[in-house]
């Protein structure tokens, strides 16, 4: 089955303690994104990828760092989260070339930082 | 990146056909409008994209007038399960900074 993972699904964390959000499709897609979507604010761009090793920043890279080190994996890391990273997240995969608007969007990670 | 404006919720009835607007004043040659869908707590899904005048799938179908300042999703039928937020973007299809709002919350009753 085409699909996009998320893992964990649900995370609460303390402030300071770095975590990683690990995100993998088995579409061979060469584009993927990370999003955060907070209440009225619809969702925000945090980085892409185009392909391995290119990576690139969204609306909202501060406090956030991604590697592309396999074209299906894309983790996220939070090197020192703080509470307003609280978010819930969405890992997204698409085949680059005239479709990054058909976007395959993972289950999400609701992440809270206390 | 076109800048969208949609509205903000809307309500309707099983059985009824939704239209939500999109305005675009400033789309460029090259882009596209796309149009997805997020139940509570899930990923969005991706619904329709368009070009120019009408498309339709199993879903939805899509109208774009002439200027292209503005399209409009159209529902038919809605159901209960319908109940969902709708965004609209646009852009051109190999940008990969991609831009969601607020979306438009759609409810409906029985």
């Known amino acids: 089955e085409a699909q996009v993972t998320q893992n964990p699904r649900y995370l609460i964390t303390v402030t300071g303690k770095k975590l990683t959000v690990t995100c993998s499709q088995n579409m061979n897609h060469e584009y993927m994104s990370w999003y955060r979507q907070d209440p009225g604010l619809g969702l925000r761009q945090i980085y892409y990828s185009m392909n391995v090793e290119v990576t690139d920043k969204g609306d909202v890279p501060e406090g956030y760092k991604v590697s592309r080190k396999e074209k299906r994996n894309f983790p996220l890391i939070l090197e020192s989260p703080s509470p307003n990273q609280t978010s819930l997240y969405f890992c997204?995969?698409?085949?680059?070339?005239?479709?990054?608007?058909?976007?395959?969007f993972g289950p999400g990670t609701r992440l809270t930082v206390t | 990146l076109a800048k969208t404006t949609q509205p903000i919720s809307m309500d309707s009835y099983e059985g009824q056909e939704v239209n939500i607007t999109c305005s675009h004043n400033n789309i460029a040659t090259n882009d596209y409008i796309t149009w997805y869908q997020q139940f509570p707590s899930q990923g969005p899904r991706f619904i329709i994209q368009?070009?120019?005048t009408k498309v339709t799938n199993e879903v939805a179908s899509l109208f774009i007038p002439a200027d292209r300042k503005s399209s409009t999703l159209s529902l038919p039928r809605v159901s209960l399960s319908d109940t969902a937020v709708y965004y609209c973007l646009v852009g051109d299809r190999a940008d990969y900074k991609l831009s969601f709002g607020a979306g438009t919350t759609v409810t409906v009753r029985a």
């Open positions: 997204a995969s698409s085949f680059r070339q005239g479709s990054s608007y058909e976007q395959y």
């Open positions: 368009g070009y120019k």
